[in-house]
RNA sequence: GGGCCUGUAGCUUAGUCAGGUAGAGCACCUGGCUCUUAACCAGGUGGCCGCGGGUUCGAACCCCGUCAGGCCCGCCA
């Protein structure tokens, strides 16, 4: 059974209506990682309701939490605003100076969300600090003020550690907007009396945005306001003493059964080590969704337990994944044919089948649409294609040809994933090994090994360059007539214009590649070789 | 120091909860296609299931130990 189908399985004991709830703290570039927690959900809300169950997911935006440090990409004039909520303050600007428009919050949330969206993700967006502002959260941090004594003795059990003789369940924001620093000196409610970094006394409504719940705190709060009963996220909460263990029993304080938990493991950058936006390592959403097909993101998260970590390679192992994908789309029919027939599968092979199915059943951008997404051509091909081929008519011709789709109107699937496509070649992701490079000089060494039969073979190509037409069809017919008047096998023929060409044993289909380089072009290597060989 | 997660073929992995001859895909090899070999189709090679012990008629799976990688137990998510 698919991971989403068995958690949407075990949420359906809990009830019948579930809010599957997600988020994270727009501070930076929202990167690759976090969009395996969204899909993540997603994907577990589709199962949900393909289970019969009425399933909403929450994108709950954490902007009422504070702006921690001055990141690399920000310049040193946002010092000012540390400690103050990311959706109060500017956006950054091309120099990283806090004169952009709009609030910093929205200036990362909005790339990640148009890229959720063209990922197929359904979700309602929950602004947390305007949730503060609308008092949302006043039951709650009232409740748990009242509790201060009980709520620090959860935390300390259970998370083992020990709370400053100070800390209280609400961090008011000072009189310069920052929560850094801030002493309590009283509780009314609905006031939260402190003292500032800078000595001067003032007081926090709590019904309001003056300042926020810990985020221990603020977690199981979201929870009982929002009605979320699963949760996926990282591993680092899931952890024993973590923000989930103290949070299920907040959650209980609050009257509130905890949601059930979905740990996910990191997504890392392949050869390079844990996301990361401080190291540099990252890769944001729409980075990715610049090179990476939609349906094949979601692929990469459908097909993998949210417990095992990914390395994410963008390199040749996204070829070879996407490849599969396609291969898995043209095999869906058979295996839906193979799951009903009467033959007596084991329960192996059934369910091995039935998870593939959900594979890609849950990879399609539009739920429920299962042809959408498969384009018809592997990625290797197109990857090549591209590289050969500058204008996309011209692409869409060879791959009439070659895979006959329509010329005049290629599909809106492959129309995305050739401007892909030119994004990732024209980028540095794009694996040196699969760039198609015209070798520059002869190999000496190579041509010196040459048999007499393939040295006939390439003077026999030579001589008939004149009448050569600069079309596939005619240079195929060219390498495979003239290997037939030389009675040399075809596989040799091919071998030894790889080599020349290529300097490799193996290539691309060769007509496609000749025929966008030009007959000047096809002949230079031919006479080089020729006239060093005498 | 305490706790959690992960370790299965060269690579990606299923199977571990409910013990019953280790299953896939990629790569590789062979064959087929009077279209090419990085296209397509068929077949094949390849596993002391991290390691050591225990329970059992029987262990990848349960128990104990051990090694390796990651994470949490400060702030923050």
New binding site residues.
């Given amino acids: 059974m698919h991971w989403a189908d068995f958690a949407a399985s075990r949420l359906a004991q809990r009830g019948d209506s579930h809010i599957i709830a997600t988020?994270?703290?727009p501070s930076g570039h929202i990167h690759v990682g976090n969009m395996r927690e969204v899909l993540t959900g997603d994907i577990l809300r589709r199962a949900c309701s393909d289970a019969g169950m009425n399933a909403e997911l929450a994108y709950i935006a954490?902007t009422a939490?504070p702006l921690?440090k001055v990141y690399d990409f920000l310049d040193d004039s946002y010092s000012q605003y540390i400690g103050h909520p990311v959706g109060d303050i500017p956006a950054p600007d091309e120099k990283g100076r806090p004169d952009g428009d709009g609030t910093y919050a929205d200036y990362f949330l909005a790339p990640f969300l148009a890229a959720l969206d063209e990922t197929g993700v359904e979700c309602r967006v929950i602004d947390n600090y305007q949730s503060y502002k609308n008092g949302d959260f006043a039951e709650n941090a009232r409740k748990l003020c009242d509790a201060a004594e009980q709520v620090r003795e959860i935390i300390e059990r259970v998370?083992?550690?020990?709370l400053s003789d100070n800390w209280f369940p609400y961090n008011p924001r000072g009189s310069d907007g920052s929560i850094d620093g801030v002493v309590i000196t009283n509780w009314q409610w609905p006031y939260v009396h402190w003292v500032d970094q800078h000595g001067i006394e003032g007081k926090a409504d709590i019904r309001t945005a003056d300042g926020k719940l810990?985020?221990r705190l603020d977690w199981p709060a979201k929870w009982q306001q929002i009605g979320v009963t699963c949760e996926p996220f990282?591993?680092?909460?899931?952890?024993?003493?973590?923000?989930y263990d103290t949070g299920k029993e907040i959650a209980k304080l609050l009257g509130y059964e905890a949601p059930m938990s979905m740990p996910y493991?990191?997504i890392s950058l392949k050869g390079q080590g844990?996301m990361s936006s401080s190291k540099g390592i990252t890769l944001s959403a729409r980075q990715l969704l610049d090179i990476v097909p939609p349906e094949i993101m979601r692929y990469l998260i459908a097909r993998?337990?949210p417990?095992?970590a990914?390395?994410f390679d963008t390199g040749e192992g996204l070829i070879?994944m996407a490849d599969?994908f396609e291969?898995l789309g043209?095999s869906i029919p058979s295996l839906q044919d193979k799951l009903h027939s009467e033959e007596a599968l084991k329960k192996?092979?059934r369910?091995?089948i039935e998870?593939t199915l959900a594979f890609w059943k849950y990879s399609q951008v539009v739920a429920g649409d299962s042809t959408a997404s498969g384009s018809g051509i592997?990625f290797?091909?197109l990857s090549?294609v591209a590289q050969v081929k500058q204008e996309d008519a011209e692409v869409w011709k060879s791959l009439s040809q070659t895979h006959g789709i329509d010329e005049k109107q290629p599909s809106k699937v492959l129309q995305e994933r050739l401007w892909r496509m030119r994004n990732w070649v024209a980028g540095e992701l794009f694996p040196d090994?699969?760039r198609?490079s015209i070798q520059e000089k002869i190999n000496t060494e190579w041509v010196n090994s040459l048999g007499e039969d393939q040295i006939a073979y390439l003077q026999k190509l030579s001589e008939s360059t004149t009448i050569l037409e600069n079309t596939e069809s005619a240079i195929?017919q060219w390498?495979?007539n003239t290997a037939q008047d030389c009675k040399l096998e075809?596989?040799v023929?091919?071998?030894t214009l790889?080599n020349l060409y290529l300097g490799k044993d193996?290539?691309?289909?060769?007509?496609a590649l000749l025929s966008a380089l030009g007959k000047e072009q096809i002949i230079a290597p031919l006479t080089s070789t020729l006239n060093h060989l005498g």
């Fill in positions: 988020g994270i703290t954490d939490d921690r998370s083992s550690r020990e810990p985020w990282g591993k680092d909460h899931a952890a024993s003493g973590g923000s493991e990191w844990a993998t337990k417990k095992r990914i390395d070879s599969e291969r043209n192996r092979q369910d091995q998870d592997s290797s091909h090549l090994s699969s198609v195929n390498i495979r075809t596989k023929a091919f071998n790889y193996k290539g691309p289909r060769l007509a």
